[in-house]
């Protein structure tokens, strides 16, 4: 999956929705957030090349400006997105393919590149301490993503366009 900087901490969950409902929910949740930034986006504006720019906070609690820039959007296979700000440049990644048995599996990659040696150093001596914690979380968002695309799926289309009212 990583094809740029460190390998990433990857994990491989199974969903039970299908990889349009995924790619759906993953498309609502990016034109939220850019929403939030100030950008006004729908679902149907996600594509590759998308950006914007916004404030968030880093582990530190110290704001600090991001670029976000959706690299790969490509369903129902992939979607990949860089996020830089002065610290580095955070990459996700989701690769999904069909599950024998019904619903998807999904590659969840997140990776890090800093923009000063020791940014980097600090990056992978905390990864190795954070690595399990990080899965963890990984999976938790996978999972609200599922919620997500469950729910579209469950009250149809129409939820879908009000929510991006």
């Not at 996020?83 to 955070?90: D, E, K, L």
């Not at 969840?108 to 000063?116: H, I, N, R």
Request: hydrophobic share 40%.
């Amino acid at each position: 999956m990583s094809g740029h900087g460190h390998k990433g901490i990857v994990v491989i969950e199974h969903l039970d929705v299908s990889a349009e409902q995924f790619f759906s929910a993953v498309a609502r949740s990016v034109a939220y957030a850019a929403h939030s930034a100030g950008i006004p986006a729908t679902s149907s504006d996600v594509r590759t090349g998308f950006s914007y720019q916004t404030s968030l906070r880093d582990k530190l609690g110290h704001d600090q400006r991001t670029s976000v820039e959706v690299t790969r959007f490509e369903p129902p296979a992939a979607y990949a997105a860089r996020i830089v700000s002065g610290q580095g440049t955070n990459t996700v990644a989701y690769e999904v393919t069909p599950a024998d048995g019904g619903g998807i599996e999904v590659a969840y990659e997140e990776g890090f590149v800093g923009s000063t040696t020791c940014n980097d150093l600090n990056y992978k001596l905390v990864g190795l301490a954070w690595r399990h914690s990080a899965k963890k979380r990984m999976r938790r968002v996978l999972h609200g993503i599922e919620a997500c695309a469950g729910e579209v799926a469950s009250h149809g289309m129409d939820a879908l366009a009000a929510a991006e009212d």
